[in-house]
Each structure stands twice: as structure tokens, then as C-alpha cells.
């Protein structure tokens, strides 16, 4: 298993002897967050080896590094939060003379497939473009989180917006996009994609941001639901959309 994390490559030469050993080369990473991803993946191999030992459905090897990043996405996004007024959670326009990006994804089961939700805002508030979208289901909310960031990220560049903030509400994902920490194999070609566009741009920034701040872009992923296609508004916003973002500046 550890073999296939490619990220874990370089604690495995030359092979540790002992568990302790492989540890103790975690330990020295600097990233902080790859040992909590060697934390969170360790423990649920232990707990794969238990449920096996005791006759229980347990998840396939292929699938231990899919399940801990979405385990941790949710730990790092609960730390995160913080007790705090419910209006400084709701949406904040940006700086005078630049724009900011909301993303999410939604997963619909029952079409196994993801809404894709892009809202764009200007200093005002006030929205100027916004894409509602579906997309085939990747492996993990994280992938879907990423694919929703490089949406947003294309947005931009067909806009041709500059000064631009990008904000989500994955802690995990504004973390792998804005620190370059990338250590899950299906990350590599979605972030490489992003880095390419976001070279063009003169300034852009990713931010996370509470759930209760990004809801418009919630929104438009669940309203994806009942597109046909990819629905993209850069001058009259449909009404629903307006009403939902009407409430959502502070």
C-alpha cells in the first residue's frame, strides 16, 4: 500500500527494517501535513487489519488513501473553524477594484454524478458571471473539490479577470492549491493544470472560507442537478441565483 503513495516514496528507500524506523522518517518531514496524512492512513490500516480479523466488511487496499484524505479534509476542516458571529461567516465582498471566485462541488447519487457551482462577485458585491455545471463522479470529495477549483480557475481566464480571490470551503483543497502540498496521485494533473492557468494571472489568492460564506456557490453545484450541460451567466443572472446572493453580503 505504501508503495502505491507515491508521495511516500522517498521514506521507503532505503527500506526501513522496523515500523518505527518508517515512522521516524515522517517525523522529519516538514510539511506538516503529510504526517498527518501518514497519522491518518497508519490508523486506518490498523483498523482495515481489525475489521478483517473479526469477519467485517473492510475497504480494499487500493482504497486506505482515498478514504484517510477524506477523513482528514474533515478534522482539518473542523479545526479551522472557530466560534465566531454569525455575519462575520457570510460572504465578504473584496478589495475595491477586484473580483473573488466562490466554488463547490455537490454529489448527486442517485446519477452518480457532481454538480459544479462558480460564483463570480465584484467589489460590490454584486455577482458578474456564474456557472452551474455536472460532471461524471471522481474517486473522493477531495477530487471533486479540486476539479471545482480548476473550473473556477478557467472561469477566470475566460473573463479575463486580474486581481482575483479564490475561496472554498475544503480546507484540504485550498491547502494542496495554495501550498503546493500535493500528495495524493490524482491530484498531480488537475493541480498542474491550475498552476499553468493561474501563471497568467497578475494576482489571485486562495482562501478558505466557511460554508456559511460560500453558499451561492453551493447553490449553483446543487442547481446543476437540473442542467442540461454546462450553464454559464456573464450579464443577467437568473433569478433564483440573484435571490440567494442578494442575502449572502455583508
Known amino acids: 500500500m505504501w508503495a502505491s503513495c507515491h508521495w511516500s516514496q522517498a521514506a521507503l528507500h532505503p527500506p526501513p527494517l522496523r ?3 518508517f515512522l521516524d522518517r515522517f517525523l522529519q518531514v516538514g510539511e506538516d501535513y503529510r504526517k498527518e496524512l501518514f497519522a491518518v492512513i497508519t490508523w486506518s490500516l490498523w483498523n482495515r487489519r ?9 475497504h480494499p ?3 486506505i488513501c482515498i478514504v484517510a484524505s477524506s477523513l482528514l479534509q474533515e478534522f482539518l476542516a473542523i479545526q479551522v473553524i472557530k466560534p465566531r458571529p454569525i455575519l462575520q461567516q457570510q460572504w465578504r465582498p473584496p478589495d475595491c477594484g477586484t473580483h473573488k471566485i466562490n466554488f463547490d462541488a ?4 442517485a ?3 457532481v454538480g459544479i457551482g462558480v460564483i463570480v462577485r465584484d467589489w460590490r458585491g454584486e455577482p ?8 461524471s463522479m471522481a474517486n473522493s470529495v477531495s477530487d471533486l473539490e479540486v476539479v471545482a477549483c480548476r473550473r473556477a480557475v478557467n472561469f477566470e481566464a475566460e473573463l479575463g479577470l486580474h486581481g482575483v480571490t479564490f475561496e472554498g470551503d475544503s480546507a484540504i483543497v485550498i491547502n494542496v492549491v495554495s501550498q503546493g502540498n500535493v500528495v495524493l496521485a490524482t491530484y498531480e494533473n488537475i493541480m498542474e493544470d491550475i498552476r499553468s492557468l493561474s501563471s497568467s494571472f497578475l494576482s489571485w489568492f486562495f482562501t478558505y472560507v466557511h460554508r456559511s460564506g460560500n453558499v451561492v456557490a453551493d447553490f449553483l453545484a446543487k442547481k446543476a442537478r437540473y442542467l442540461d450541460g454546462c450553464q454559464l451567466w456573464t450579464s443577467t443572472m437568473p433569478e433564483d441565483t440573484m435571490a440567494v446572493a442578494s442575502f449572502d453580503v455583508l
Open 19 to 21: 515500523f518505527c524506523d
Open 50 to 58: 481489525n475489521a478483517i480479523h473479526f469477519g467485517w466488511q473492510a
Open 61 to 63: 487496499l487500493s482504497q
Open 106 to 109: 455537490a454529489v448527486f447519487g
Open 111 to 113: 446519477t452518480n454524478s
Open 128 to 135: 458578474v458571471g456564474a456557472l452551474s455545471m455536472a460532471v
